[in-house]
């Protein structure tokens, strides 16, 4: 059975840093991109970083560059994204993501690269 499984969300205050963990199971990580998406309150759904197969390339929004990175350990068959210098803005549910492809290309993050997601974690950032 094709599963992803977050954890590594909670509360934390603006400035504040998280590390957020999806744990693969009936697939390997290093066979597929990943990606880490995040949805706020009436708002679409959006990519936050994209990692290749083989892990050596990474691609990350303006909104989160330079604050975010996105890392796998194909050991563990689990996909992180380290969070740092969070703003109430980055207030979301975040999912972990699966393409939809062995070995896909990817770039920026884009929904329907991706049909495989997890159940999803609350990020607050808030004072």
């Known amino acids: 059975q094709l599963q992803l499984v977050e954890s590594g969300g909670g509360l934390v205050q603006p400035g504040g840093s998280l590390r957020l963990s999806c744990v693969a199971s009936g697939f390997s990580v290093d066979y597929y991109a990943m990606a880490w998406f995040r949805q706020a309150p009436g708002k679409e759904r959006e990519g936050v970083s994209a990692?290749?197969?083989?892990?050596?390339?990474?691609y990350y929004p303006d909104s989160v560059k330079g604050r975010f990175t996105i890392s796998k350990d194909n050991a563990k068959n689990t996909v992180y994204l380290q969070m740092s210098s969070l703003r109430p803005e980055d207030t979301a549910v975040y999912y972990c993501a699966r393409s939809a492809r062995p070995l896909a290309r990817i770039g920026l993050p884009r929904l329907n690269d991706y049909n495989i997601w997890g159940q999803g974690t609350q990020v607050t950032v808030s004072s």
């Open positions: 990692i290749t197969s083989s892990g050596e390339n990474a």
